[in-house]
């Protein structure tokens, strides 16, 4: 019983991280249209950014904004000089991130040298917490309240502030946008960064528990593609609940079939694409 | 068609090279690159069938090229003839294929992409942890190269010509292939799907064939690999290598046939090289991608075609340009 109570509780948290990593996907894949081969790195980037900072002594939450703040900062340059040159163009969109997403692992290799960095949990968020005669480690729960918050602000954002308004209206029709005084390209400048901080954020809550090592970003990104194949692409929800249930598939494959644990993964994007292929929550684009 | 003759020419001195490489490089490391870069024109060149001809880009592909390397060199660990193997090899490349594209189809475009890279990577993860079946990070060795009608493959230049044969067995296949009424309607779905659909062509299967005969030459470069490594790791699955694939078709020129061979050289080359002085391959892969992207997006085949075209014009002093004959780059 305890084995499945804690295979739930970490299918849960790794959803947690999940929806952290994919959510950001999902806005720059789903609003945007960019196809960003990068999201793994930007996750696995920011991860040694808050590993970093944890090493010299900072607070938990002090690294990962931080670290958030750099790959918003980072990502926005990326935007803004190279993406925004191919706007439009998926397939070179594709190359480029694919290649920035190659000099990530290799520049973070070299850095951080190839060992893996697993920082402590830090201090007040360790122990557990007792329910009912079970446990629960309070980390684990963290990642999961935190992608719940995060969740909620960013529908919140999207569907009911005036700044989601404009960014829904820009990618609906650019030039129509423009036209009634909304600046577009700076907009389209801050999603991106907020889904390349997002994704940091990930990396950091992620960092005690999954540790960060090199191909971590090659591991995270098919993940993300996975969840938002599932979920549909510019679904939030989708990606909330496809984070999840990979999370769970996840956790569960690898306890009992250790071997097929990512062949697992493959099983319900097998179905989904068979049955419906716009995804859970994905509207069919004409 | 008066440039045929000059074209012809060129076929035939670049065989002529070709047939006679071992002896005029003498060196069997340099022969070996010779070897290697075949070895990997035949999968960029099937990697060119679905993104120059059918206009849908697979990041996949290494999962195909190491799936039917893979399966062989099981077969052969287990104790199996060349023959059994590379058949087996072969079927099964088929059937992942086939379970690949019927998948993948889903989706056109970028989600077709998506849907290959996530593919590709779920047969990276089987190479890698699967240690039972795959022997996970330690790979599987091949002990010995197969003897084709009584000849040795052991030594470099015999490899290189074997490899040579496949590989222009490979381009002649692809030339027919382009040329063929079903090449013509494969690049007919890829400029204007929904007009090929209204023709009365079935733009689903069509797609569906050009990716089985794609992943058949994977396959074959794959069992050309480990004949040539003698040795395969997940390493060959991963990312890395989709993408290697990919910059061959794209730096050569994607939708000619002479590009992806042209771009498997200079990557092979390139990666020699760069290996010889720095270990970081990868950083100068993603920078080259990047480059070529924001210099030279058409690829250098059809850059400098364009460029030697746009000189000749400009010394018969002619005004007519030449751009109309371009075909609109894939999407």
């Known amino acids: ?21 994919s959510s950001g996907f999902s806005l720059i894949f789903g609003l945007m249209r960019i196809p960003n081969l ?22 938990f939450w002090v690294a990962a904004l931080a670290s958030a703040a750099a790959m918003a900062v980072i990502g926005g340059l990326i935007e803004r000089f190279l993406l925004r040159r191919l706007a439009g163009d998926q397939l070179p969109q594709v190359l480029l991130t694919l290649g920035g997403a190659f000099i990530v692992g290799d520049v973070c290799l070299m850095l951080w040298t190839g060992d893996p960095w697993q920082p402590a949990t830090p201090d007040h968020l360790r122990g557990v917490v007792q329910v009912a ?8 729960l963290v990642i999961v309240a935190v992608a719940v ?3 909620i602000g960013l529908w919140l954002l999207v569907d009911w502030t005036r700044l989601g308004a404009k960014i829904r209206a820009g990618v609906d029709d650019a030039p129509i946008a423009r036209v009634v005084g ?15 901080a997002l994704a940091a954020f990930g990396g950091v809550m992620g960092a005690p528990y999954l540790s960060v090592y090199p191909g971590l970003d090659f591991e995270m990104l098919p993940l993300a593609l996975i969840v938002v194949i599932l979920g549909g692409t510019g679904s939030l929800l989708g990606a909330l609940v496809g984070s999840f249930l990979i999370g769970f598939l996840y956790n569960f494959g690898q306890a009992l079939f250790p071997d097929l644990a990512y062949v697992i993964l493959f099983l319900p994007m097998l179905l989904i694409l068979v049955l419906r292929p716009q995804g859970l929550f994905g509207k069919v684009v004409s | 068609m008066n440039r045929i003759t000059p074209q012809r020419a060129a076929i035939a001195i670049a065989l002529a090279l070709l047939a006679t490489l071992p002896v005029w490089v003498g060196n069997s490391y340099y022969i070996n690159i010779a070897s290697q870069i075949l070895i990997w024109a035949v999968l960029a060149l099937a990697l060119n069938v679905l993104v120059g001809y059918a206009g849908l880009t697979s990041l996949g ?45 889903r989706a056109t475009g970028i989600g077709f992409l998506m849907i290959t890279l996530a593919m590709g990577q779920i047969l990276w993860g089987i190479a890698y942890r699967w240690a039972d079946l795959t ?29 040579l044969v496949v590989f222009l067995v490979a381009v002649a296949t692809m030339a027919v292939f382009v040329r063929s009424p079903f090449g013509a309607s494969l690049t007919g779905t890829r400029d204007q799907a929904r007009r090929m659909t209204a023709l009365g062509y079935n733009v689903w299967l069509i797609r569906f064939l050009a990716i089985l005969f794609s992943g058949f030459w994977s396959g074959v470069a794959g069992l050309l690999f ?10 060959v699955v991963a990312l890395t290598t989709s993408a290697e694939a990919l910059l061959m078709v794209i730096s050569g020129g994607s939708g000619t046939l002479l590009g992806p061979i042209v771009g498997a050289a200079i990557v092979v080359v390139m990666k020699n090289v760069v290996s010889a002085y720095i270990e970081r391959w990868n950083l100068v892969l993603g920078l080259i991608f990047i480059l070529i992207i924001s210099f030279m997006p058409e690829g250098l085949v059809p850059g400098s075609v364009r460029l030697w075209r746009a000189g000749w014009q400009a010394i018969r002093g002619r005004a007519d340009a030449p751009a109309a004959e371009k075909p609109e780059a894939p999407r």
């Open chain 1, 1 to 21: 019983m305890s084995l499945w109570l804690t295979l739930a509780v970490n299918g849960i948290a790794l959803g947690g991280l999940l929806f952290l990593l």
């Open chain 1, 38 to 59: 990068m999201h793994g790195s930007f996750f696995m980037l920011g991860a040694y950014f808050g590993v970093t900072l944890l090493a010299r002594g900072h607070n």
């Open chain 1, 133 to 140: 005669g079970l446990y629960f480690p309070i980390f684990r």
């Open chain 1, 149 to 151: 918050v995060v969740a």
């Open chain 1, 182 to 196: 909304i600046k577009v390209s700076q907009l389209f400048t801050l999603v991106f960064a907020l889904g390349a």
């Open chain 2, 61 to 105: 592909h290494a999962g195909l090229f190491a799936m039917s390397g893979y399966t062989a060199a099981m077969l052969l660990a287990a104790g199996h003839g060349h023959f059994t193997a590379d058949l087996t090899a072969l079927v099964v490349t088929l059937f992942t294929t086939a379970v690949f594209a019927v998948l993948a189809l």
């Open chain 2, 135 to 163: 022997n996970g990070d330690n790979g599987i060795n091949v002990s010995t190269r197969p003897a084709p009608f009584g000849l040795s493959l052991s030594n470099a230049p015999s490899f290189y010509y074997a490899t």
């Open chain 2, 226 to 235: 480990i004949y040539y490594n003698q040795f395969i790791s997940p390493q």
